[in-house]
């Protein structure tokens, strides 16, 4: 597991920027994990409270606001192996599912991306996902993240969003 300062270290490593003293990537108005109100459309409420995070700005030292743009290469949050990718609104998602340990099996979800990586592919923390999938609307480009704790019984079949959306919101963890 990482925390989102050194998430934020291996998405600036991997754009090629300047992972300057004291940079942080925003969750405001992004859309936190559990929060309701969609951060691009101020007032709109989700039916259910978001089971991620979406990242899409960071400040750097010098107090500027930047933001993630389509194209920007995207870590892994961690490591296992790619277990399924399906189109999502803006892009596709990339399912990696983690090795069991301390905590039980993790899936990582990489939303919003043009993935690097197929199915079978085994992949490290820190390394390229793929990268930010280019705004098709009303929503921006940006990175959503989720995490989720999969009991044994868990089943990986036809892995999507209609899939995970019927699936106990106590499964999700904030990513960070």
């Given amino acids: 597991m990482m925390t989102l300062k050194e998430y934020a270290a291996h998405l600036f490593r991997l754009n090629g920027l300047i992972d300057e003293k ?10 936190a994990f559990g929060d309701r109100e969609k951060w691009w459309a101020p007032g709109e409420t989700r039916s259910s409270p978001h089971e991620g995070v979406d990242l899409y700005c960071y400040r750097a030292a ?3 606001d930047h933001f ?4 920007m290469k995207v870590p892994h949050l961690i490591s296992g ?7 999502d609104f803006l892009g596709n998602s ?3 599912m983690g090795a069991d340990g301390l905590f039980g099996s993790l899936l990582a979800v990489y939303g919003h991306i043009a993935a690097r990586d197929i199915c079978g ?3 490290y923390k820190g390394d390229e996902a793929g990268v930010i999938a280019s705004s098709t609307g009303a929503v921006p480009s940006h990175l959503h993240l ?3 704790k999969i009991p044994a019984e868990f089943s990986v079949e036809n892995l999507d969003w209609k899939y995970l959306n019927k ?4 499964l999700y963890l904030n990513p960070f």
């Fill in 22 to 31: 004291g940079a942080r990537i925003m969750f405001l108005p992004g859309m």
């Fill in 167 to 170: 699936c106990h919101g106590n």
């Fill in 81 to 87: 192996k790619v277990i399924a990718i399906c189109r």
């Fill in 146 to 148: 989720s995490l989720l």
């Fill in 121 to 123: 592919d085994m992949v």
């Fill in 62 to 64: 010098d107090g500027k």
């Fill in 68 to 71: 993630l743009r389509a194209g």
């Fill in 94 to 96: 990339v399912f990696v």
